[in-house]
């Protein structure tokens, strides 16, 4: 087998962090085609494409990403050789991309990324932005992984593997109520202002419709379609809020909020999204490998109620 030529890996290096030839040229000063020559005979030496047109920038491919991450942690591993002989001290990681939808909760990311937040050895990328961004990033390789609360469908365009790895029922959340007194469901949705998730929603859809066949009628205090700011607003005022358990696992923990109680036949889902690859990252294994109660941090405890138990928080109808 023959020797990685590092020179060669240096020139993709560059070229990969500018996305662009000419660019690269110049800050490495060489010619054009002295560069493409040298990217041509590493793509030969790895049996790779390692970039692929995209009108007048590179792209990389799922082989170009996968080099770029390594020639990144071997020039990393050469520079700390320095450190190492100076000061003693060695740092090697590995690089795991993960997009969330803006909308999606933050505690629900934060469990899901938490076993890896403690090892010194991991270096997590988070990108935040709409569905379809964060798919755009993830088809060319920049991300790894994409954590959504909608369902995508995989199609001969786009090779998608969609994992749902939790479902949580949706409750009502508020204040701490009287000792004794139940929240009446659904008699008392139409005397308390709600706070709900907006109409673009799986589970506003959902809950509308329940409504709709109870024959209800409710008020909306807020409609918020951003569940770090919904659980803001359930915390700071006294209206009801609609939303995952798991928005607010922190409040239902320290007692400034409670579990009114779950709704019927309305659940979030969340889903982990890859694309079909032949190199896949090992520490992506190891996260969707973990339990749902886990992700959900369905241990916990609030207002005397286990998380665990959603069946038997439900309030009765008064």
């Given at each position: ?128 932005g709409s569905l379809d961004e964060l798919l755009a990033s993830l088809s060319i390789h920049k991300l790894d992984l994409v954590l959504s609360n909608q369902r995508v469908h995989s199609d001969s365009d786009h090779p998608w593997r969609c994992h749902r790895i939790a479902r949580q029922p949706v409750s009502l ?30 589970i506003r859809a959902g809950f509308d419709l329940l409504c709709e066949q109870l024959g209800l009628r409710y008020h909306a205090q807020a409609e918020v379609d951003d569940m770090a700011m919904l659980r803001l607003l359930a915390r700071d005022s006294d209206s009801v809020a609609l939303l995952p358990r798991v ?72």
């Amino acid at each position: 087998m023959s020797r990685l030529n590092y020179h060669h890996l240096r020139y993709f290096w560059a070229v990969a962090r500018e996305g662009n030839l000419t660019r690269a040229a110049a800050q490495l000063h060489v010619s054009q085609s002295a560069l493409s020559t040298q990217i041509r005979q590493l793509e030969d030496q790895l049996g790779q494409t390692l970039f692929a047109r995209a009108g007048r920038a590179l792209q990389l491919t799922e082989a170009g990403r996968l080099a770029l991450t390594y020639a990144e942690t071997i020039f990393a591993t050469g520079n700390e050789l320095t450190s190492l002989l100076r000061d003693g001290t060695r740092r090697e990681r590995q690089v795991l991309r993960i997009g969330g939808v803006a909308t999606l909760s933050r505690n629900f990311q934060e469990n899901f990324i938490k076993p890896l937040l403690s090892q010194s050895d991991v270096a997590l990328v988070l990108q935040s932005g709409s569905l379809d961004e964060l798919l755009a990033s993830l088809s060319i390789h920049k991300l790894d992984l994409v954590l959504s609360n909608q369902r995508v469908h995989s199609d001969s365009d786009h090779p998608w593997r969609c994992h749902r790895i939790a479902r949580q029922p949706v409750s009502l959340v508020g204040k701490k109520r009287a000792r004794g007194k139940a929240f009446r469901f659904p008699q008392e949705l139409a005397e308390v202002p709600l706070l709900l998730p907006s109409r673009a929603s799986d589970i506003r859809a959902g809950f509308d419709l329940l409504c709709e066949q109870l024959g209800l009628r409710y008020h909306a205090q807020a409609e918020v379609d951003d569940m770090a700011m919904l659980r803001l607003l359930a915390r700071d005022s006294d209206s009801v809020a609609l939303l995952p358990r798991v928005v607010v696992q922190d409040e239902l923990r320290n007692g400034q909020l409670e579990e009114y109680c779950v709704v019927p036949q309305l659940n979030e889902n969340f889903y982990a999204i890859t694309v079909q690859r032949h190199f896949e990252p090992p520490l992506l294994k190891t996260l969707l490998k973990r339990p749902e109660a886990d992700v959900l941090e369905l241990g916990m405890v609030s207002s005397g109620v286990k998380a665990g138990s959603a069946g038997k928080s439900r309030a009765k109808p008064g």
